[in-house]
């Protein structure tokens, strides 16, 4: 976020008024804001990249929400959820074999509730028929990463698993700005580790 927009988020919170875009009379509000964020906001704060006074007053009740890798319990509820959510979307009864969840549960889900979310929505867009099985599943779920070998360092273990990553995620979604939004990381930085593993050209 801008810091001039932290600035302004920061009065509304503080003064709960507001100005219409084009308006130049404050407006009193009543309302109760949910924040979300994926980024490290206290690492942010002493960065000097978040405003310190913003990020006490957003923190008044934090809850910690674990990624999707590590609840994989979650995974088959979220996914007759969203099942139920795009069939009643697009007119479908389309229903999923038990084994494309079990692929879905050993995937490790980089981007998340929403990464899952929009793999269903497709299934249930582009899966010809009533039943999705496995072979409607997109590519970054039928390839497993090649884990390291034993005794390797720890930055090559890092390295060969934030690839397989990034070459999946552009295999599936195509471009860097997708991928980007996908994994989580703004787009110069999907760059720049797709060239340095050789996924894109340095152009």
Same mark, same amino acid.
């Given at each position: 976020m801008p810091p001039f927009l932290q600035v302004k988020l920061l009065r509304a919170l503080q003064d709960k008024t507001i100005t219409r875009v084009g308006g130049v009379e404050p407006i009193k509000?009543?309302?109760?804001?949910?924040?979300?964020?994926?980024?490290?906001?206290?690492q942010m704060v002493k960065e000097g990249t978040f405003r310190e /006074?913003?990020?006490?007053?957003?923190?008044?009740?934090?809850?910690?929400?674990?990624?999707l890798r590590d609840r994989k319990e979650d995974i088959p509820l979220l996914v007759v959820h969203f099942l139920d959510k795009f069939n009643q979307s697009f007119g479908f009864t389309k229903t999923m074999l038990p084994e494309v969840i079990d692929r879905?549960?050993?995937y490790s889900w980089p981007g998340n509730v929403r990464e899952l979310e929009?793999?269903?929505?497709?299934?249930?867009?582009?899966?010809?028929?009533?039943?999705? /099985?496995?072979?409607?599943?997109?590519?970054?779920?039928?390839?497993?990463p090649?884990?390291?070998?034993?005794?390797a360092k720890l930055k090559e273990a890092v390295?060969?698993?934030e690839k397989y990553l990034?070459?999946?995620?552009?295999?599936?979604?195509?471009?860097?700005?997708?991928?980007?939004?996908?994994?989580?990381? /703004?787009?110069?930085t999907c760059f720049r580790k797709a060239v340095k593993y050789g996924l894109v050209a340095n152009k």
């Open positions: 509000v009543n309302v109760r804001i949910v924040a979300a964020t994926h980024r490290h906001l206290a /006074d913003l990020y006490y007053r957003l923190m008044v009740v934090p809850l910690h929400i674990a990624p879905m549960t050993e929009n793999v269903i929505e497709r299934l249930i867009v582009t899966t010809p028929g009533d039943e999705i /099985d496995v072979a409607s599943l997109p590519v970054s779920l039928h390839v497993k090649v884990l390291p070998k034993p005794g390295e060969s698993t990034l070459a999946s995620t552009l295999k599936e979604y195509g471009t860097l700005q997708l991928a980007a939004n996908v994994l989580g990381i /703004d787009r110069s």
